[in-house]
């Protein structure tokens, strides 16, 4: 084997080896999926709050109708997407394009923040995150009673309430 | 030729397909399944099967019966889904990620396959039956133990509670049916997944084509004579270990096609009975260790998959449980197995002493003498006798 023949020959192997690691890299690019939360809930601070009724579809996949309080989830493949809001009270319809990073497997989306135009209305979701900011707010106002478990029991040092 | 003999000739090279049809046939009515159920059911059985039993065509052409070693393929197909279902790679490129990952692992098990059969040469079934053993106890090792602890798994979902080691069941949801559904069609009330069948279709196109070039003639003369070969130049030890490798890749790719059929996998087993389904599905269609054609492998499909079909609901019906028609299906393929060596042996045996026979006089003596060296029935092939 002459050295045409061996530089040429290792030429093409070389060439099949990038070809391999860019298709392996293409599939893992365009065919990644990733959860999309569409959420439409009222801010914590109270600076926008939930659409009283929508519509949304993200990319060609079928719609959904969501009202105050509501959170549900499609499945996307690949990074970039189209979300498609249409807003019951006047009839108007938005339609945003968003990316979705690589490597985050759940992303959210507040649909109220969108159409208020607020900055970013899609952050990454981690449930750790969720949880610890539910434990940071603190437990919720008022009293908590389970009723269908009876009266709550007075604690150690409290006061029984005086029987009849 | 006496009638007689004819009928013995002709039970005697048939006597698999004969008896498979005859059990099927007559456990269809004890079953209640419908005509069109059974159809459909082997229609989806053989997009599902047939890539895999076609990995054990070259194999055969080159001499070195039914590669056992099979399920070395089926090994690196499952790890490539893995690392799919890690990624979280969805649909087709899911599967097409999983062959990438399961192409050089495949090579390489197929190398060390071939490099173990060359020195076994005669002894290749029982050779490649053991080594698939050997190795799936560093398929073990490797998911049970590497994958999470040496290698990052990003999904949790996959990962055994204890941090590392993939769960015994993985659930192929995001790649399930994404070949089969990519287009369908309905012809008659049956479901046919097309694309499916384009690549089994582009697979017997490949066979047939690669059985004319240089290679696959090299292949099929190093099947029926080794030494001749060797003395005709071609490197035999290269030519087997290439229909090794080229068998072990097929392999990987018919364990994804059938694992995204059926939608999970089992992490730990679902490679044990590859190689053996696959083996007594092409003996069925009429195979023999020295001889197989592409009609073998769609004959054997068909007539296997359908008595996996029917023979649960016949025991239901017959033996009033379900259980015995299980027992039935695994009875008959290692049954079939057997019988097709104990045939091929005999078969073997009897063109010898035919040949003996002629040559204290008989006519055709050179003839018979030619059949003896290629094997029984004339077909090629010296080794494979595990």
């Not at chain 2, 399920?71 to 979280?88: D, K």
């Not at chain 2, 999983?98 to 002894?123: D, E, H, Q, T, Y």
Request: glycine share 10%; with cysteine.
């Amino acid at each position: 084997m002459n050295g045409a023949t061996k530089t040429r020959r290792l030429a093409i192997r070389g060439g099949l080896l990038v070809i391999y690691v860019v298709l392996m890299v293409l599939m893992i690019l365009t065919g990644r999926r990733h959860t999309i939360l569409i959420d439409n809930k009222d801010a914590a601070d109270g600076s926008y709050s939930a659409i009283n009724g929508m519509e949304v579809a993200i990319d060609r996949q079928e719609s959904a109708e969501y009202y105050p309080g509501d959170r549900d989830k499609a499945m996307v493949q690949g990074q970039t997407h189209k979300i498609k809001v249409t807003v019951f009270d006047g009839n108007k319809t938005i339609e945003k394009e968003f990316k979705v990073p690589l490597w985050s497997d759940v992303m959210i989306i507040s649909v109220p923040k969108l159409v208020a135009g607020i900055e970013p209305w899609i952050e990454p979701f981690t449930m750790a995150e969720q949880i610890q900011e539910a434990q940071e707010s603190g437990p919720p106002a008022g009293e908590t009673s389970f009723q269908s478990i009876g009266p709550a029991q007075p604690m150690e040092g409290e006061q029984a309430p005086p029987t009849p | 030729m006496s009638a007689q003999k004819k009928f013995v000739k002709f039970f005697s090279q048939y006597a698999v397909v004969i008896i498979f049809v005859v059990i099927t046939v007559a456990a269809i009515p004890p079953s209640g399944l419908s005509v069109k159920y059974i159809l459909q059911e082997i229609i989806t059985r053989l997009g599902r099967n047939s890539f895999l039993v076609l990995a054990l065509l070259l194999p055969i052409y080159a001499g070195m019966g039914l590669n056992f070693g099979m399920t070395l393929g089926a090994m690196a197909g499952q790890i490539g889904l893995i690392f799919a279902v890690n990624f979280g790679i969805s649909n087709w490129h899911g599967l097409l990620f999983a062959l990438l990952v399961g192409l050089p692992i495949s090579v390489f098990l197929g190398w060390i396959c071939g490099l173990v059969m060359n020195r076994a040469k005669g002894r290749e079934m029982v050779t490649g039956y053991i080594l698939a053993f050997f190795i799936n106890g560093i398929y073990q090792f490797f998911v049970m133990y590497m994958l999470g602890s040496v290698i990052p798994m990003g999904n949790r979902a996959i990962v055994l509670s204890r941090g590392y080691g993939i769960r015994n069941t993985l659930n192929l949801e995001s790649v399930r049916q994404s070949l089969d559904n990519i287009l369908v069609l309905h012809v008659l009330g049956f479901t046919v997944p097309v694309v499916t069948f384009i690549i089994i279709a582009l697979l017997c196109i490949f066979i047939v084509w690669f059985k004319k070039t240089k290679l696959g003639q090299d292949m099929r003369a190093v099947g029926q004579d080794m030494v001749v070969a060797e003395a005709a130049g071609i490197p035999v030890e290269k030519t087997r270990i290439v229909a090794i490798i080229i068998s072990t890749v097929l392999a990987c790719a018919g364990q994804i096609i059938f694992l995204q059929n059926m939608g999970n996998l089992a992490t730990y087993n679902a490679h044990d009975q590859t190689g053996f389904f696959a083996v007594a599905a092409i003996l069925v269609g009429g195979a023999s260790v020295t001889h197989a054609s592409i009609a073998n492998v769609f004959i054997g499909v068909m007539l296997l998959h359908s008595m996996f079909v029917v023979s649960p609901l016949a025991g239901q019906k017959l033996f009033g449980s379900a259980m015995i028609g299980e027992y039935f299906r695994q009875f008959i393929g290692y049954g079939v197995i057997a019988l097709s060596l104990v045939l091929y042996a005999w078969r073997t045996r009897k063109a010898a002493a035919d040949a003996r026979l002629s040559l204290r006089g008989g006519a055709n003596g050179s003839t018979k003498v030619r059949a003896v060296k290629n094997g029984a029935n004339g077909a090629p092939g010296n080794g494979g006798q595990a």
